[in-house]
T-cell receptor
Framework: DTGVSQDPRHKITKRGQNVTFRCDPISEHNRLYWYRQTLGQGPEFLTY????????KSRLLSDRFSAERPKGSFSTLEIQRTEQGDSAMYLC????????????????FGPGTRLTVL | GEDVEQSLFLSVREGDSSVINCTYT??????LYWYKQEPGAGLQLLTY?????DMKQDQRLTVLLNKKDKHLSLRIADTQTGDSAIYFCARGTGFQKLVFGTGTRLLVSP
C-alpha cells in the first residue's frame, strides 16, 4: 500500500484554461475527500464521496468545479475557466469503512496538487 | 459554528517541550485530530483523541482535551529540529468533512 497519490503534483495554467487533477486513494478505502488549502490557511473541505456517490459538496465548490468518482476508485477534480483565485493546493484524502481506522474516522492525505493560475 | 483557532507561531529550542494549543466552538465533534505538514507536502496524521477522553499519550506526543473549555493541546516532548513544521488541529463529526484550524508554525532551533 503506497498511500494516497495525486497527479500532477504541480500545475501552472493561464487564466481561463481548464485543469483536471487526479486522486488515487488507498486501495479499498470507500470514502474520498477533496480539500483546498490556500497560502497560510488550513485545508477547507470541498466535497466527499462514498464509493461513486458524491454525498456532500461545500459552498466553495462553484459551478466551475466538478468532481467525479465514476467507478468508486480514483477521483478527478476539474476546474473550468480557471481564475487567479483558484490558485491553491488541492488535497485529496481517503478513509476506510471497516477496520480500526474507520472507527476513528481517520482521513489519510495525499501530497496534494499545487495549482498556480497566471 | 465551525471555528477552530490556533496560535500562529511557536519557537522552541531543541530538547525543550513544545505545547501547541487549539480552541474550537462546535461541541458536537466526535474526534479531534492533530496533523503535521512539512513545506510543500500533504498532511501527516500524528494522533487523535475521542471526545470522551481527557488525555492520550503516544510516544513523545501528549494530547490534552478540556471539553468544558473546548480546548485541545498537543505537547511534543524533547522537540527535535525535524519537528519543525506546521501543525493543524482538526475536528470531525463522523465520516464527513474535517474542519481545520489555521495551523501553528513550529520552529525548533538547535
Amino acid at each position: 500500500d503506497t498511500g494516497v497519490s495525486q497527479d500532477p503534483r504541480h500545475k501552472i495554467t493561464k487564466r481561463g484554461q481548464n485543469v483536471t487533477f487526479r486522486c488515487d486513494p488507498i486501495s479499498e478505502h470507500n470514502r474520498l475527500y477533496w480539500y483546498r488549502q490556500t497560502l497560510g490557511q488550513g485545508p477547507e473541505f470541498l466535497t466527499y464521496f462514498q464509493n461513486e456517490a458524491q454525498l456532500e459538496k461545500s459552498r466553495l465548490l462553484s459551478d466551475r468545479f466538478s468532481a467525479e468518482r465514476p467507478k468508486g476508485s480514483f477521483s478527478t477534480l476539474e476546474i473550468q475557466r480557471t481564475e487567479q483565485g483558484d490558485s491553491a493546493m488541492y488535497l485529496c484524502a481517503s478513509s476506510p469503512t471497516s477496520g480500526r481506522a474507520s472507527q476513528t474516522d481517520t482521513q489519510y492525505f495525499g501530497p496534494g496538487t499545487r495549482l498556480t493560475v497566471l | 459554528g465551525e471555528d477552530v483557532e490556533q496560535s500562529l507561531f511557536l519557537s522552541v529550542r531543541e530538547g525543550d517541550s513544545s505545547v501547541i494549543n487549539c480552541t474550537y466552538t462546535d461541541s458536537s465533534s466526535t474526534y479531534l485530530y492533530w496533523y503535521k505538514q512539512e513545506p510543500g507536502a500533504g498532511l501527516q496524521l500524528l494522533t487523535y483523541i475521542f471526545s470522551n477522553m481527557d488525555m492520550k499519550q503516544d510516544q513523545r506526543l501528549t494530547v490534552l482535551l478540556n471539553k468544558k473549555d473546548k480546548h485541545l493541546s498537543l505537547r511534543i516532548a524533547d522537540t527535535q529540529t525535524g519537528d519543525s513544521a506546521i501543525y493543524f488541529c482538526a475536528r470531525g463529526t463522523g465520516f464527513q468533512k474535517l474542519v481545520f484550524g489555521t495551523g501553528t508554525r513550529l520552529l525548533v532551533s538547535p
